[in-house]
């Protein structure tokens, strides 16, 4: 059984990489926020109303630790933005699912989303891609299932910590206005990568 769900994660991760490598435009990517050693750059994505982005920050952190906080999930309603609800679903070898619910303002309806996970390894250096699995959990009568979405992150070793690269795209569902999840694609990123940087400066 454990080995099933892990080949349907990587499968599932492989298709959505493919599809993120697909719709992606060629359009230049457009700095929208670069202070305190992190920046978020969006494009717009072919077929979409809502623009991906690409952030990125460096960490007084090895790789593995910052991996370790991004494979808490618990701790993520206390420090990525939005996050009304984590937690764990299934744990495989190199792979991992978790559900994740995000608040939206009223009269917008919660998102909420199953995401899989697959670890990469090069060295010290470490690559996550992200994908979803939208029927793995039961639906919510109170929140919008994301069923489309892909991207990854790279932990990259370097003197003194760790360069994070996050690239994502989201499509959220329903009926939404491009504005207010356009806003959020900067801020989300914007306020993980603050807190990431936040929690290791703390303990180095």
């Given amino acids: 059984m454990k080995r099933g769900m892990t080949v349907l994660v990587r499968g599932l991760a492989l298709l959505l990489g493919i ?3 697909g719709t992606v435009l060629s359009a230049e990517w457009e700095t929208q926020f670069d202070e305190g050693g992190v920046r978020i750059d969006t494009r717009d994505v072919d077929n979409s109303a809502y623009q991906a982005f690409r952030a990125t920050a ?29 937690r764990r679903v299934q744990t495989g070898d190199a792979t991992w699912i978790n559900y994740v619910r995000t608040d939206a303002p009223w009269p917008v309806k919660d998102r909420d989303a199953v995401y899989t996970q697959r670890l990469e390894r090069d060295g010290d250096n470490l690559r996550i891609v992200v994908g979803v699995a939208p029927d793995t959990v ?11 979405a ?14 994070i690269h ?7 569902g329903g009926n939404i206005p491009s504005s207010l999840v356009n806003a959020r694609v900067v801020e989300t990123p914007k306020g993980a990568l603050q807190s990431l940087k936040a929690h290791f400066a703390a303990r180095s």
């Fill in 166 to 172: 996050w690239e994502f795209h989201v499509e959220p």
């Fill in 138 to 148: 039961p639906e919510s009568k109170d929140a919008v299932r994301i069923r489309a």
């Fill in 150 to 163: 892909a991207g990854h992150w790279e932990l990259v070793a370097s003197e003194g910590g760790t360069a």
């Fill in 58 to 86: 460096k960490v007084a952190a090895h790789p593995e630790a910052v991996l370790a906080r991004l494979q808490d999930i618990d701790s993520y309603p206390d420090w990525f933005p939005d996050t009304i609800e984590a």
């Fill in 19 to 21: 599809v993120w490598a």
